[in-house]
C-alpha cells in the first residue's frame, strides 16, 4: 500500500519519494534545471502533459518548498516558476536517478 503525503513515517526514502512523487514532477524540475519559467513554456516544454496536472503538481512542489512561483502582480497575470535554494539541494540525487534510469533503460533494451 502507498504511503500518503499525509501519512510519511519514519522511513526517510518514504519521505524523499513523497515530495517528488508523480508523473511530470521529475519532468518539471528538469526543465527548470535550466532556469525559470513561464507556465505555457513549461506545458509546452513538456508533450502530453494537461494543463490541470501541470498546475496542480506546481502547486505541490510550491507547497513543499522545492520551487518558487513568482507573481509579477501584472495584468495580464506573469507568473514564473523556478527550483528554490531548498530544491537545488535535490539537485544531486535527481541527477542519481537520471543516471541510474539511463542504465536502466539500457539494461532493459539488452535484455
Known sequence: MAVSKK???ECPIDAAL???????????LWRLADGPMRTAELRRSIPGITERMLIRHLHE??????????DAGTVPP???YSISDYGATLAP???????????????????
Open 7 to 9: 501519512e510519511v513515517g
Open 18 to 28: 513523497s515530495v517528488v512523487d508523480g508523473r511530470w514532477k521529475g519532468t518539471i
Open 61 to 70: 512542489l510550491v507547497d513543499d518548498g522545492i520551487i518558487d512561483r513568482h
Open 78 to 80: 506573469c507568473v514564473h
Open 93 to 111: 540525487v535527481l541527477q542519481a536517478l537520471c543516471d541510474w534510469g539511463r542504465t536502466h533503460i539500457t539494461r532493459g533494451s539488452t535484455s
